[in-house]
């Protein structure tokens, strides 16, 4: 089975621009995670789903954040307007049950300029 | 509150050098579950191990063991051996399972480079 699926892999935007991360799980996974990483405030976990709902959405940092899962296979982050602050790589993973291992994706390194 | 505290930021090491990794843990849970991940330079991050509250035997995987030790809320873990390859940044992180309210922290990661 295939891992995590996240696109872009890379993406560079101007500071208000919309941007749109993707995410798709390992098929079977009931939970879905979103996280930022950047050097000065390490892994931050940004919001997670169970069974497509959104569970814990504290450590979404602003308005300008919002997530989605339509479905299973399939979730968005978005943050409109971004900012150069917002620039880090950002990770989805997923897992079985949330007291079980996560499976992250390559990741996708957001900057903004 | 929960908290994982790694307090290596980094470690650089020979290869072939033993080298352990800390990790200390709070929780008021009696029920938890204590992993460790590794991100390569390549940067995706990679399950380790898991371990939970109730099992504290040790565990050894080639080169690699974990001592879990609650009375210290310890969750330490050796690399033996290092080889280049080791080098990399590795987290522990702590899930808790309080009832409904789940909580999952992430250690600040400890940067480990093992030098030919």
């Known amino acids: 089975d295939a891992g995590v699926i996240q696109s872009p892999r890379h993406e560079v935007t101007e500071m208000g621009q919309e941007v749109t991360l993707r995410c798709k799980p390992i098929?079977?996974?009931?939970?879905l995670f979103w996280y930022r990483q950047t050097m000065m405030r390490g892994l931050e976990l940004l919001i997670y789903?169970?069974?497509?709902?959104?569970?814990?959405d504290s450590g979404m940092p602003e308005d300008r954040f919002s997530a989605k899962m339509p479905n299973a296979s399939f979730s968005t982050l978005k943050i409109q307007p971004s900012e150069p602050r917002d620039s880090a790589v950002y990770f989805c993973a997923s897992s079985l049950l949330l007291t079980y291992e996560q499976y992250f994706g390559p990741g996708t390194r957001l900057t903004v300029t | 509150a929960q908290k994982v505290t790694q307090a290596q930021t980094e470690i650089s090491v020979v290869e072939k050098e033993d080298v352990t990794l800390d990790c200390v843990y709070e929780?008021?849970?009696?029920?938890?579950?204590l992993f460790w991940y590794k991100q390569p330079p390549s940067g995706e991050l990679v399950f380790l191990i898991r371990r939970n509250s109730f099992d504290e035997q040790n565990e050894i995987s080639g080169r690699y063991s974990w001592n879990f030790q609650k009375s210290t809320s310890s969750f330490n873990f050796t690399i033996t051996a290092s080889q280049v390859v080791d080098s990399a940044v590795y987290f522990c992180?702590?899930?808790?399972?309080?009832?409904?309210?789940?909580?999952?922290?992430f250690g600040k990661g400890t940067l480990l480079t093992v030098n030919p």
């Open positions: 789903f169970n069974n497509n709902v959104p569970i814990d």
């Open positions: 098929s079977g996974h009931d939970y």
């Open positions: 929780t008021r849970d009696t029920t938890y579950y």
């Open positions: 992180a702590l899930i808790n399972s309080g009832g409904s309210n789940y909580k999952l922290t």
